[in-house]
């Protein structure tokens, strides 16, 4: 019988320190999902506001540069608005793991829609990255000229806001990991 | 004075089968080795239902790849100004996507041993969350993949009269198609890849 309240004491103590760490764990995602909600909207909110228009004009080309002209532009701008409408709606989620300590359906429910949101920003990033590589390089063969030529600050925002979801999407895959982590622990 | 009576026969033999603490011994480890083969049931099943999506993703990933990279088409007639040739390197990103869903796919034969070893030990977390791990990581590779091919093939079909980029597929109708199906074939796997994470977040789960 003392042997067994011996025990008892003992993974009492156990299940507190594996508490401790999962409470550390959720905070650390908790923190991460707030940084890749500010990058994901700083991403959106810079490719969405960049325009620029040169001062002469031709009968046959247009000097107005938009991210409206470019459809895989405007898909990296909706994929990075949903994204971040998604992690600020996955934060009240995030807080609640905090708090409770048997959270492992609602972390599997997250892991599923992180992963889609994961596919969603990274193609967004991947479609946006391959437009603006031919922007600034162009293709000799196919006649597709560089129009980062002509388009300088357009273009040098254009990638800058490449930047902020290309982290967004490394931030998004440490949430996968760390929630399948806390997934598999023992408490 | 019971409770001493008890004591004894559990050290005996399991011939014994008198003693209510002995049954109770008996259910206990019933339960505990049903509730093993229960857990173990469904995510066996699991376990093999991702063997058999990798095998799938395997086949479509090399099949992706390789009508990329075979992908080719010369137009019979010529002039001084335009090339009449396309193939896949005559685009950065189509390289980039032959390579990078070669690479996706021989991560996915070497990832076989861990699915086949989660099938045996269905139980056992740390294969569970090492494929997890890096199955995450190769999806992102294979989206982004996917999705750079996919914008340029977006302009190859419509071109841009924006930024005076006409659309070849016009002039390329098989080169085209060849790269279209292999785009197409490549979101597939990313699909099945989505459905072996969450097929591993499921399984991870303790009771």
New interface residues.
């Given amino acids: 019988m003392k042997s067994g309240q011996a025990e008892i004491a003992e993974t009492s103590k156990g299940i507190q320190k594996r508490g401790l760490m999962s409470r550390r764990i959720a905070i650390f995602e908790f923190i991460l999902r707030i940084i890749a909600f500010f990058n994901t909207i700083s991403s959106a909110i810079l490719m969405a506001t960049t325009n620029e228009t040169l001062p002469f004009f031709t009968q046959f ?2 000097f107005h ?1 938009d991210y409206n ?4 532009l405007t898909f990296f701008v909706v994929a990075n608005a949903v994204v971040s409408g998604y992690l600020i709606l996955t934060l009240p989620l995030a807080f609640v793991h905090i708090v409770k300590n048997k959270t ?1 359906n609602s972390r ?1 429910l997250l ?2 829609l992180d ?2 949101m ?2 969603l920003l ?10 603006v ?3 600034h ?1 162009g ?7 560089a ?1 980062c030529q002509q388009f300088n600050s357009f273009c040098e925002r254009i990638s800058g806001s490449l930047i902020g979801s290309f982290i967004a ?1 490394v931030l998004l ?1 440490l949430l ?2 760390l ?3 806390a ?2 622990r ?1 408490h | 004075m019971a409770k001493e009576s008890t004591t004894i026969e559990v050290g005996e033999p399991s011939t014994v089968t008198k003693s209510t603490s002995h049954v109770v011994v008996d259910e206990k480890k019933k339960k505990g080795f049903v509730a093993a083969t229960a857990g173990g049931g469904y995510k066996r099943g699991l376990a093999i239902f991702d063997f058999l999506l990798r095998l799938a993703a395997i086949v479509t990933t090399i099949t992706a790849s390789s009508v990329m990279y075979t992908a080719e088409e010369t137009l019979p007639f010529f002039t001084q100004f335009l090339q009449f040739q396309a193939g896949y390197d005559d685009f950065a990103t189509f390289q980039f996507f032959v390579i990078a869903i070669a690479m996706v796919a021989s991560y996915l034969v070497l990832s076989l041993p861990f699915s086949i070893v989660t099938i045996i030990r269905p139980l056992a977390a740390a294969p569970r969350l090492i494929l997890l791990i890096s199955d995450t990581v190769v999806v992102t590779l294979a989206t982004s993949a996917a999705a750079a091919a996919a914008a340029i093939v977006y302009l190859a079909h419509n071109g841009n009269p924006n930024t005076n980029w006409l659309p070849i597929c016009q002039q390329f109708g098989d080169f085209c198609q060849a790269v279209s199906s292999a785009v197409v074939a490549s979101s597939i796997a990313v699909v099945f890849f989505i459905i072996l994470i969450v097929i591993s977040a499921i399984a991870l789960k303790k009771h």
């Fill in positions: 080309i247009r540069a002209d470019l459809p895989a492992e599997i892991i599923i992963v889609a994961v596919g990274a193609s967004g990033a991947a479609s946006a990255a391959a437009i590589y031919l922007a390089n293709n000799n063969n196919t006649n597709w000229f129009v999407v895959i996968i990991i929630s399948a982590i997934i598999s023992r």
